[in-house]
């Protein structure tokens, strides 16, 4: 007897719809001696290995097996079949090519799951993508999924999700002989629950013409690099960026879920992600760990930092190679590894934020401490950073050491909540000022929106010119000068650029001032 249900599997971050066929043969009168199983439709050795697992878990939940051949077909065919999701479809789909299941009411829903050996389900990788994909059909009336992503997928406003613990449990209301209820969303009590941080920038004594760039940083969207000495607060600046950026939207939460998702990285308590993730990956991180690769393409750190922050701390201490991988998606906000069974694409809409010694030792330009590198190794360290990196890092600051008068003084730092609502305001007048357009925030802004949008007084523009002429700035500097230039007059409320906007944002172009000949 020949039973068809729906299931997915993972491509990327997407869910693809999957047809399960299982083809259950028996002749009562002469029986095999030696059952089988065979399962077709370019599945991995995962899912291949299913039919002996299913077979055990089935046995075990108490139903009686009665066949001498099953073929199982995952099409379409061409659509490569990975992990072990598949064994809870593939159950349901023997039982009900043996009676044991209706198959009208089979067909109203999609399952996913994977079962251990005493018919228990499992959690898969991915369900909230296959939640999304269960909302765009409408001739599925619901998701079955593993009690434990149940709370994962039921973040997807308008998804159905039937929770089931075993294969007994999911035949028994497939059958209609238990009702269960749908999984309610809990996504407003997880912002509630979660949503604050417990870093705050107030920690941070001193630094404040850091946390001035910082600001404009988050702002604009702009990419940052602090240079400084060991000690001088660049990491704990880092860290706490985050907490001056915007809440994420519904939205921004589950696209960041998603990537999480697939790699089995949410927390059991807290299935979806309402803060903004901050990764930071130690230097000695491979290419495929910071874009992402394997022979079945799965995200890196950089996808990982989708809708949040990626720090690099000791810059120059990365693969020269690794770093060079960063500069595509840095320009088109996602990464697209293909392999040669196909390809897949993977958001990487992050903030870069790097920290980096001046030099080998770390103390260069330091007045408490003497520096014995020499210009010509100092050259060196700097170069392992190539021009184009660099080019696309808006601001450049020295973090200097903190003086111990402030370390030891009771007066605390801005608070990040101060911070965050100048930020919000200047966002809002990029939105405002893009609405419309593909452009988000003032460092996206193409050469010819830095013409349109970048009104400067003629003050300005001869403060700028002088810039250019003195220091020999290059045309992409000239534009990175008039971007930053751009929020710094949002955060200020000024509808045109003015002088005192040129030279902030100048100074923020510490590498191109030639600081390293000092």
């Not at 293909?338 to 030792?361: H, Q, Y």
């Not at 460092?443 to 810039?467: G, N």
């Not at 003195?470 to 650029?497: E, Y």
Request: charged letters at 20%; hydrophobic letters at 40%.
């Amino acid at each position: 007897m020949l039973a068809r249900l729906k299931t997915f599997t993972m491509v990327g971050l997407q869910a693809s719809h999957v047809d399960v066929e299982v083809d259950t043969v028996c002749d009562p009168n002469t029986p095999a001696p030696t059952p089988s199983i065979t399962t077709v439709g370019l599945p991995d050795k995962a899912v291949r290995e299913s039919g002996q697992r299913v077979k055990r878990a089935i046995e075990n939940a108490g139903f009686r097996l009665n066949y001498d051949h099953i073929t199982i077909n995952l099409a379409p065919v061409e659509l490569p079949k990975h992990a072990a999701s598949f064994d809870l479809p593939i159950a349901l789909g023997m039982l009900a090519g043996m009676d044991h299941l209706q198959q009208e009411r089979l067909n109203q829903f999609a399952v996913v799951g994977e079962l251990s050996l005493a018919g228990e389900t499992r959690p898969v990788r991915g369900a909230l993508s296959m939640a999304i994909a269960s909302v765009g059909s409408r001739s599925l009336k619901g998701l079955i999924v593993p009690s434990a992503n149940a709370a994962e997928a039921a973040v997807v406003d308008g998804a159905k999700i039937i929770a089931v613990d075993s294969l007994a449990q999911a035949t028994a209301f497939l059958n209609g002989k238990i009702q269960i209820d749908c999984t309610p969303s809990q996504s407003q009590q997880l912002f509630d629950r979660h949503g604050q941080y417990d870093l705050d920038y107030a920690d941070v004594r001193g630094q404040e013409m850091a946390k001035r760039a910082l600001v404009i940083a988050a702002a604009g969207a702009h990419n940052l690099l602090m240079i400084g000495p060991p000690g001088s607060g660049k990491t704990m600046l880092a860290k706490r960026f985050p907490t001056i950026l915007p809440q994420l939207s519904n939205t921004e939460s589950i696209e960041t879920s998603q990537v999480y998702s697939v790699l089995g990285r949410l927390a059991p308590n807290q299935p979806l992600l309402v803060k903004r993730p901050y990764r930071s990956p130690h230097h000695t991180i491979s290419q495929a760990g910071l874009v992402g690769g394997g022979t079945t393409p799965l995200p890196g750190e950089i996808s990982l930092s989708h809708n949040g922050v990626l720090f690099l701390d000791e810059l120059p201490e990365f693969s020269r190679v690794t770093l060079e991988v960063l500069r595509q998606p840095l320009e088109d906000k996602c990464v697209t590894i293909s392999r040669a069974k196909g390809a897949a694409t993977f958001p990487a809409d992050f903030m870069l934020l790097a920290a980096m010694n001046p030099c080998p030792c770390g103390f260069k330009n330091d007045p408490r401490r003497n520096c014995h590198c020499q210009q010509l190794v100092v050259d060196k360290y700097v170069s392992r950073i190539s021009g184009p990196m660099l080019d696309r890092i808006d601001l450049q600051i020295e973090v200097p050491a903190v003086p111990i008068e402030q370390l030891s003084g009771h007066r605390g730092g801005t608070p990040s909540q101060e911070m965050r609502e100048k930020v919000v305001i200047a966002r809002q007048a990029q939105q405002d000022r893009f609405r419309g357009s593909r452009t988000l925030y003032n460092a996206q802004m193409s050469a010819p929106q830095v013409r349109k949008y970048c009104d400067s007084t003629e003050a300005a523009k001869q403060a700028l010119k002088m810039a250019v002429d003195t220091m020999g700035f290059s045309a992409r500097a000239h534009d990175k000068i008039l971007r930053t230039a751009r929020t710094i007059a949002d955060l200020s409320g000024t509808a045109s650029i003015e002088e005192e906007h040129i030279h902030e944002a100048v100074n923020y172009r510490l590498l191109d001032r030639q600081y390293w000949s000092r």
